[in-house]
Each structure stands twice: as structure tokens, then as C-alpha cells.
């Protein structure tokens, strides 16, 4: 199965700015969907930022213009870039990657989900 390991959380002031990273690994495989998620304290996850099948990038409303997904093929893992963080960004983060990977002799799905990583942005 395809792991997947993230980084780069912590506490920043509002207006400041950080990089997730999410590292993947696992023998044979291709990340053919990626995408960031958040749970804000108290709430649901919901999608930050996607890219699917290659295309282009799709946002949430509320980080448009603020947020950047990105990805190195060559070291099979995505970015979140975010710039200008606010208070309400404040959750845990967590990347999901999806697509094939050779297993048994043959190609399987997978669906993988990071650890989550906490981001707490201060007033």
C-alpha cells in the first residue's frame, strides 16, 4: 500500500505563511489525484485544494489566491504552500493521494490518507 508521511505544521502568526509537504512511498505507483484537506477544530474535513488526473488545480473558496497544491513527480511527494494565513485556517492537515500502484503482479487502486499535520494560526 501507498504511505503517506507529512510535514511542515506548526504555530505562525496571521499573515504569515507555511509549506506543507507530503512524502509518498510504497514500491510501484503512479499519484494520479492528490489533494489537501482540513478538519477546523469542531468540524468536518473539507477539501482545501485538489488536482486531478493531472488537470488543473481546484481551491476552496475561502483560500483562493492564498494557498498553492504543487507536486515533484521525480520525489513523489505534494506541496501546500500557504501564504497569508488567518485565524480561521487554524486545523489539521492532511493530504490524500489516490490512483494505481503494483501489487501482486498486478495493478491495483489505492486511496491514502496522511497522518495530519496541525497548523494554528495566531490572532
Known amino acids: 500500500q501507498v504511505q503517506l508521511v507529512e510535514s511542515g505544521g506548526g504555530l505562525v502568526q496571521n499573515g504569515g505563511s507555511l509549506r506543507l509537504s507530503c512524502a509518498a512511498s510504497?514500491?510501484?505507483?503512479?499519484?494520479?489525484?492528490i489533494g489537501w484537506y482540513r478538519q477546523p477544530p469542531g468540524k468536518q474535513r473539507e477539501l482545501v485544494a485538489e488536482?486531478?488526473?493531472?488537470?488543473?488545480?481546484n481551491y476552496a473558496d475561502p483560500v483562493k489566491g492564498r494557498f498553492t497544491i504543487s507536486r515533484d513527480n521525480d520525489k513523489k511527494t505534494m506541496y501546500l504552500q500557504m501564504d497569508n494565513l488567518k485565524p480561521d485556517d487554524t486545523a489539521v492537515y492532511y493530504c490524500?493521494?489516490?490512483?494505481?500502484?503494483?501489487?501482486?503482479?498486478?495493478?491495483?487502486?489505492?486511496?491514502?490518507w496522511g497522518q495530519g499535520t496541525r497548523v494554528t494560526v495566531s490572532s
Open positions: 488536482v486531478i488526473s493531472g488537470g488543473n488545480a
Open positions: 490524500n493521494a489516490n490512483g494505481r500502484v503494483y501489487s501482486g503482479g498486478i495493478w491495483r487502486r489505492y486511496d491514502s
Open positions: 510504497g514500491g510501484t505507483f503512479f499519484l494520479d489525484n
